[in-house]
Nanobody, 130 residues
Framework: QLQLVESGGGLVQPGGSLRLACAAS????????IGWFRQAPGKEREGVSC????????NYADSVKGRFTISRDNAKNTVYLQMNSLEPEDTAVYYC???????????????????????WGQGTQVTVSS
């Protein structure tokens, strides 16, 4: 069974940066597309970014485009989320999960839908505050 563990969260000032990591165990990560999601207090969980199993395709929510960068190192079985220019609105628990990206038959998967993700990690808290 795929198990994912997030790390790298913390407290950062507005404008600062953090790099989150999503490490896999149980399975080799390069057979999965992986997504990052977040849930702020009192809000629904939302998709942030995702990356295909080869790393050749990525997708971002509009709210983080130009500020966040997703990458993966399959040799280390790890997916990263580099977060720059952080804003208080980015405060949330961040989760990684296995997703599906691209076309399957006639259906297109963005990789950012919560109900299409599985094998969730436990999450890591990111707090952006002065």
């Amino acid at each position: 069974q795929l198990q994912l563990v997030e790390s790298g969260g913390g407290l950062v000032q507005p404008g600062g940066s953090l790099r989150l990591a999503c490490a896999a165990s149980g399975f080799i990560l390069d057979i999965y597309d992986i997504g990052w999601f977040r849930q702020a207090p009192g809000k629904e969980r939302e998709g942030v970014s995702c990356i295909s199993r080869s790393g050749g395709a990525t997708n971002y929510a509009d709210s983080v485009k130009g500020r966040f960068t997703i990458s993966r190192d399959n040799a280390k079985n790890t997916v990263y989320l580099q977060m720059n220019s952080l804003e208080p609105e980015d405060t949330a628990v961040y989760y990684c999960a296995a997703v599906r990206m691209g076309y399957s038959g006639a259906r297109y998967y963005t990789g950012l839908k919560v109900d299409e993700a599985h094998s969730w990690g436990q999450g890591t808290q990111v707090t952006v505050s002065s």
